[in-house]
């Protein structure tokens, strides 16, 4: 009934993974930021200090997002399954 058009796996150019690596070490370095100014420092800042550990936190999901959505580009595979629809039969009936 059904049948696997293509199964082979994406093409996986270098550029993408190293993209990917760097983005994973500007996350590191945000949640770094995020934790060292957050415990470690709590009055290292004159005011605002929510303001600048929420942008920090919100820089590392842009980046996680970006990640997820060049691994999901990248390195899943794409499958399509492709259905076959059943021959339709329109039988002709007498007219009265």
Do not use: C
């Not at 303001?51 to 990248?74: E, N, P, S």
């Not at 899943?76 to 007219?95: A, G, L, T």
């Amino acid at each position: 009934m059904t049948r696997l058009i293509r199964s082979d796996a994406p093409l996986r150019p270098m550029s993408v993974g190293i993209a990917m690596w760097a983005l994973a070490f500007v996350t590191l370095f945000f949640t770094a930021l995020f934790v060292f100014a957050g415990l470690a420092l709590p009055t290292a800042f004159t005011s605002n200090e929510q303001t600048v550990l929420a942008v920090w936190m919100g820089m590392i999901f842009l980046v996680l997002a970006v990640m997820l959505d060049l691994y999901r580009k990248w390195y899943v595979p794409d499958e399509m399954i492709h259905k076959k629809r059943r021959p339709k039969m329109v039988f002709r009936r007498e007219f009265r």
